[in-house]
């Protein structure tokens, strides 16, 4: 049984509920802004109307991440451990933990559901939950232009997407307007599919999602 990836020319979208919550992903996304925001603060005069701009930024962005610790990280400890961490205190806590980037997923004809997950040319393959096989295929996995493909079982799987198409528009209006502020509205489903890393830059597998938008 092997696998690889290879071009095609269908696509698609299969609604469903991320496999994993991306909540790490999104609280460093969140830091990593609030942090470029802030020295774009500092280097602004007192007085000003993008000052005032900026302030309202860090402000929201500020609000987001309090209010997604509050929502989904129990721990009184490690939410303070967070909150010192976007003020650049300390390092970038251990919990919660970090999902496995999705950078492939399709849609066998029998309904099960075919993902790549991971980063830096260590990738594991897994269908309907099941860890099958690991591989290196950083160089295939790493095509920006639709439509790919995945050959699995003899088979060749075309890729499929779970953001929404509010996401996915969302993501392509700041893709090419890199002024505006990120979509944060849509942070967690576009990590969750892989499209974003924590800096809010399209991955591999963004930049096919959002090719025709």
């Known amino acids: 049984m092997g696998s690889s990836p290879s071009s095609g020319s269908l696509s698609g979208r299969r609604s469903s509920e991320p496999a994993a919550l991306s909540l790490r992903e999104e609280l460093a996304a969140l830091v990593h802004h609030y942090q470029h925001l802030h020295n774009d603060l500092e280097r602004e005069k007192p007085e ?9 930024k860090v402000l ?8 997604l610790l509050g929502e989904w990280v ?11 961490y976007i003020h650049n205190r300390r390092p970038e806590p251990d919990e919660p933990d970090p999902i496995e980037p999705l950078a492939f997923q ?8 075919v993902q790549v997950r991971g980063q830096a040319d ?6 309907d939950g099941s860890l099958q096989e690991r591989i290196a295929a950083r160089k295939d996995l790493s095509v920006d ?8 079982d003899n088979k060749e799987i075309p890729e499929t997407f779970n953001a929404s198409e509010e996401a ?23 990590l969750a599919d892989g499209l974003i890393d924590v800096h809010f830059d399209l991955t591999p597998r963004g930049k096919r ?3 025709g938008l």
């Not at 129990?74 to 010192?84: A, I, N, S």
């Not at 399709?106 to 559901?113: E, F, H, I, K, N």
């Not at 260590?122 to 269908?127: I, Q, R």
Request: glycine share 4%; charged share 40%; net charge negative.
């Open 48 to 56: 000003g109307s993008t000052r005032r701009e900026l302030e309202d």
């Open 60 to 67: 929201d962005v500020r609000e987001r991440f309090d209010r």
């Open 74 to 84: 129990p721990d009184e400890e490690l939410r303070e451990q967070w909150r010192e």
């Open 106 to 113: 399709g849609l066998t004809d029998a309904g099960s559901v």
């Open 122 to 127: 260590e990738y594991e393959v897994w269908v």
């Open 145 to 152: 232009k639709p439509v790919l493909h995945f050959r699995w």
């Open 168 to 190: 996915l528009n969302a993501l392509a209006a700041h893709r090419d307007d890199r002024n505006t502020s990120p979509p944060w509205e849509y942070a967690s489903e576009l």
């Open 209 to 211: 999602a959002t090719a």
